[in-house]
């Protein structure tokens, strides 16, 4: 299976070393939406889909002032992952299916790009996205506007075999699995793929920054807000983190997660 790893949307919050580890203070950070497209005897599949044409040409509609102030996305069209699937030769039609991590206004933004995909999600998280009456943070992470086109839904329970010491992870092929790694979102998970290189775990927003999964952990002070700010369970949240950092020193699993623009340069340098 070919893996191709994109950024579907660039963020350059201020606070540079405070946010992103490098440089000063004063320089703006840089956030990606890395998101992963696999090429399968199905088809392609897109692991998670950033943001869409239509948050990057009328932001105001899906992502709320203070997401955009704390944020500052670039909106770049070309960084929309309809737009680099066309670039690669693609239509819209050729990506099969969509597997969410979680339904956060930065990972579900490019749904309406795919509107005949299915769309795999866990069965809370959606639940959760679809609730009518939204408050407080609920409100701004999961803007209805985002799949008022009504994608193909197809959820999964967070029931099934065990995984490197992983309970209830989800097949939804051989090749790619939900693994649940619940905390940042009621029903987050992350999506493992078994590449020609091994196991490849995109772990969504279960952690922000590389170090984390380090010998000697740490996260910035920009990011530990953040991340702090939106957990909905944060003991479960802190437990999975644990267990990353397990999976990758026992059994040498690579994993990245959604935003931090080190593991993705470094992935995207790695010969395809
Ligand atoms: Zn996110």
């Known amino acids: 299976m070919k893996v191709h790893h994109l950024n579907c949307g660039t963020m350059r919050p201020f606070g ?56 500052q996305p670039v909106l770049d069209e070309n960084e929309t992952a309809i737009r680099q699937v066309e670039a690669m030769g693609f239509t819209r039609d050729d990506v099969r299916h969509v597997v969410l991590t979680h339904l956060d206004l930065d990972h579900g933004g490019g749904l309406r790009d795919f509107p005949n995909a299915e769309v795999h999600v866990l069965r809370e998280e959606l639940d959760n996205a679809l609730r009518p009456g939204k408050r407080g943070n609920d409100a701004v992470r999961y803007p209805d506007e985002q799949w008022s086109h009504g994608p193909k839904w197809v959820t999964h329970e967070p029931r099934g075999e065990a995984w490197f010491g992983f309970e209830g992870v989800r097949e939804f092929r051989p090749d790619i699995l939900l693994v649940p790694l619940f905390g940042h979102t009621h029903g987050h998970t992350g999506v493992a793929v078994n590449t020609d290189d091994g196991w490849l775990l995109h772990a969504g927003d279960a952690y922000f920054f590389h170090e984390e999964m380090s010998e000697n952990p740490r996260c910035t002070p ?51």
């Not at 479960?236 to 990758?248: G, I, P, V, Y």
């Open 16 to 71: 540079g070393k405070l946010v992103d580890g490098k440089g000063s203070v004063f320089r703006r950070a840089e956030l990606v939406c890395h998101c992963l497209l696999l090429e399968t005897d199905d088809g392609l599949v897109l692991v998670d889909s950033g943001l869409g044409v239509d948050d990057v040409r009328r932001p105001a509609e899906t992502l709320s002032r203070g997401w955009r102030r704390m944020s």
């Open 222 to 272: 920009a990011l530990t807000m953040m991340q702090t700010r939106v957990e909905q369970n944060r003991s479960l949240r802190l437990a999975n983190q644990d267990r990353l950092r397990e999976l990758k020193r026992t059994h040498g699993i690579d994993i990245v997660n959604a935003h931090d623009k080190t593991e993705l340069t470094r992935h995207q340098l790695q010969p395809a």
